[in-house]
């Protein structure tokens, strides 16, 4: 049987009432437990058009020819250099020439074996830079927003091939590739290696010459990206099998020198009788005369051979 309240509690609990103190806060029911999605944004208008661990392989390719470009310029430029790779984007190729200042150096490239042009774009202020420096310079000059002369482009045509032969001994990895320089360029809207609408990859570099900086941009259309990975599946695939290389190497193999041993045979023999053996003494071998004799190959044991002459040599004819 529950207690019955007071008069004083009765009042109390009233009063509590009004103000509110008496009020119970309702705990809420907690939310239902939803299954968490994550979201990320997809661009229709530039799909992904390589893996995931294939931009990885070409973020490190890309990340060494930066630093054996750097390298390069330090030993053919005797100055300070510096190359990073900053940004490796997809792009069309049109939105890659609206990004180009005007003047610039562009040059196409062509592949061999043919796969389609590329195109590399260096800031006028490095090029002027490394050309003041190769004609006697320091580097450290103001240069002018102005296209190049034709000895100005001569003389950076020999950095321009030193940047493809690392390009080509970065691609060496993957697959076998050449690049060469088809045409130069100052104006972006002149230098047509694909339409607008084609999807390309674009890999930035920041270079600093001395105290000069600019950007290095080389751009892929995606058929040559395509067909350079294609080349190299094809060829991890041989190498996984044994294919070409495998027979390249057994044809290697083919002229190694190799020497053949016949044992006439052995037997054992006393420190006292070595001493005292002189020409002509007779040895007993543990082998009858009419025994097949062992061919070897190094140590090991690979035919038998009957002894006979031929042509006034010592020979055996195989069993």
Not at 117 to 123: E, F, S
Request: net charge negative; aromatic share 4%; proline share 6%.
């Amino acid at each position: 049987m529950s207690e019955s309240l007071s008069q004083a509690e009765i009042d109390a609990l009233r009063a509590a009432v009004k103000s509110g103190a008496a009020i119970e806060e309702r705990e809420e029911p907690p939310p239902p437990q939803v299954e968490q999605v994550k979201v990320v944004a997809y661009d229709f208008r530039k799909p992904h058009l390589i893996a995931s661990d294939q931009h990885h392989a070409l973020q490190v390719l890309h990340e060494s020819l930066g630093k054996q470009f750097q390298a390069t310029l330090l030993s053919a430029v005797k100055a300070g250099a510096e190359v990073k790779l900053v940004a490796i984007d997809q792009i069309s190729y049109g939105e890659f020439i609206i990004s180009l200042a005007n003047p610039t150096y562009l040059a196409a490239l062509t592949t061999k074996p043919n796969i389609g042009q590329v195109a590399i774009q260096l800031d006028i202020p490095i090029v002027m830079a490394i050309g003041d420096i190769l004609l006697g310079g320091n580097g450290r000059i103001t240069p002018e927003a102005r296209e190049l002369t034709s000895l100005e482009s001569t003389i950076f045509s020999s950095i321009a091939g030193l940047l493809l032969k690392e390009l080509s001994a970065s691609w060496s990895t993957m697959t076998e590739v050449a690049f060469s320089i088809a045409t130069q360029e100052s104006n972006p809207q002149f230098l047509q290696i694909t339409t607008p609408e084609t999807a390309c990859l674009s890999m930035m570099y920041d270079i600093r010459i001395a105290e000069v900086t600019g950007v290095l941009n080389i751009c892929y259309p995606f058929e040559v990206i395509q067909a350079i990975l294609a080349a190299a599946e094809k060829r991890s695939g041989k190498r996984a099998t044994g294919g070409a290389d495998g027979d390249a190497m057994l044809r290697a193999l083919q002229e190694v020198p190799l020497v053949l041993r016949v044992v006439v045979g052995g037997g054992p023999v006393t420190a006292e009788d070595l001493a005292n053996l002189q020409p002509g003494d007779l040895l007993c071998l543990n082998r009858r005369i009419d025994a097949p004799l062992e061919v070897c190959l190094g140590d090991n044991p690979i035919f038998l051979a009957i002894p006979g002459r031929h042509k006034g040599k010592v020979a055996v004819v195989l069993k």
